[in-house]
């Protein structure tokens, strides 16, 4: 696009603008430049690669700059629109060249990219707890079962009430924003029911309405469709894979705070 512009650029400048040079009778003249010298209009006729000359009375001045103007306008806007197209494109790849190329996710404080740390969570049933650090399959048993965080409070704290977070994956996982449930002590991820037959996961999480927007291959952007209230919140990362009772989960905590 940059190439088209420089050659059309170069043309403009070698050959100059050609315009229509309007008549009373609806006809027109293409032409690169033309004016008025007492009861005659002199102009060059780009057609015919000469100056020649018509009296006034039958060109239509008015239209014709009216016209002129309106094309050199929307020519500006044009030129101004594929610079900011290419000013964010630009600004674009500097921003996902600076996310780290390690999994997990991330969060642009001015011009300084921060890792969101990844939550210990426990996965809590009527018979087993354990805490995970890492994304890895889950089994529980039938049932319910709860996943916390430890503490009511997360450490990673943004202002933002729409807060963009950069996500890169390992490998193709669904993800999103939830809302955590703060409870004594800890906050609340999700609940999780287990069908004892067919071991199927009914997992209830308060997720968010949110945008996605790929980025990279294995990198993405997240950010809310709605502002946010204050309170606690966290980036989770999950498979729909529910065979054999298993849960895939990671959590990356925060806290919304004006």
């Known amino acids: ?35 008025v010298e007492g009861d005659r209009v002199r102009y060059y006729s780009t057609e015919r690669g000469d100056w020649e000359e018509i009296p006034k009375a039958l060109v239509d001045l008015e239209r014709t700059e009216r016209e002129r ?8 806007r044009e030129a101004q629109e594929q610079d900011e197209e290419d000013k964010a494109e630009r600004e674009q790849r500097r921003e ?21 740390p990844s939550a210990d969570y426990q996965v809590i049933t009527s018979k087993k707890r354990k805490t995970l650090q890492v994304l890895s399959p889950v ?84 950010w809310p469709e709605k502002a946010l209230t204050p309170g606690e919140y966290a980036l989770v990362e999950y498979s729909d894979d529910q065979e054999n009772g298993e849960v895939d989960l990671l959590v990356w905590d925060f806290a919304y705070r004006p």
């Open 1 to 35: 696009m940059r190439a088209v512009l420089l050659l059309v650029l170069s043309a403009a400048l070698l050959f100059g603008d050609t315009f229509k040079l309007w008549l009373r009778d609806g006809d027109f003249h293409l032409v690169r430049e033309y004016k």
């Open 69 to 76: 103007k309106a094309v050199n306008e929307a020519a500006a």
């Open 96 to 116: 996902i060249a600076s996310i780290p190329m390690d999994t997990g996710a991330y969060y642009k404080v001015g011009e300084q990219i921060k890792a969101l």
């Open 139 to 222: 089994p529980i048993v039938p049932g319910k079962a709860s996943v916390v965080i430890q503490g009511e409070h997360s450490k990673f704290v943004v202002s933002d009430e729409r807060p963009s977070f950069f996500l890169r994956l390992a490998k193709q996982e669904r993800f999103g924003i939830i809302s955590l449930t703060p409870k004594k002590n800890v906050r609340l991820v999700e609940n999780i029911s287990i069908v004892p037959v067919t071991k199927q996961n009914i997992e209830e999480r308060k997720q968010m309405e949110a945008f996605q927007q790929q980025l990279d291959a294995g990198l993405f952007r997240v």
